[in-house]
């Protein structure tokens, strides 16, 4: 009778100790799953941050200010535009009417300027 009342001290103490290191893993686990939902909080937060400040800096107002300023860019007008055929010649973009030419030619197309020349 003895032995098996030692056997159940030994069982029940097993438990006591299992049970105790199982409520430690669980509180470690609570407080490392709390830990991680603030942080995911944190750089939602973060993420809306620089989602507004990302649509701020793509303004038009503010891309043509920064194009004006630092590239020196203009607004192009018919006088500084010029058009430029497919065989690399040059087409003035306000020229009076010239004669109708013999062959056909490439449409024009024109290109950016940038900056004063």
């Given at each position: 009778m003895i032995r098996l009342n030692l056997l159940l001290l030994i069982a029940v103490l097993g438990s006591a100790i299992y049970l105790v290191h199982t409520q430690y893993m669980s509180r470690?686990?609570?407080?490392?799953?709390?830990?991680?939902?603030?942080?995911t909080?944190?750089?939602?937060?973060?993420?809306d941050r620089l989602q507004?400040?990302?649509?701020?800096?793509?303004?038009?107002?503010?891309?043509e200010k920064l194009a004006k300023e630092q590239l020196k860019m203009r607004t192009t007008t018919p006088?500084?535009?010029?058009?430029?055929?497919?065989?690399?010649?040059?087409i003035p973009a306000v020229a009076a009417p010239a004669p109708a030419p013999a062959a056909?030619?490439?449409?024009?197309?024109?290109?950016?300027t940038r900056g004063a020349h």
């Open positions: 470690q686990l609570f407080t490392e799953l709390h830990r991680v939902e603030l942080e909080r944190r750089l939602e937060l973060e993420q507004v400040e990302k649509r701020a800096q793509a303004t038009p107002l503010r891309i006088a500084i535009t010029q058009y430029v055929r497919q065989d690399g010649t040059v056909v030619t490439a449409p024009a197309r024109p290109v950016a």
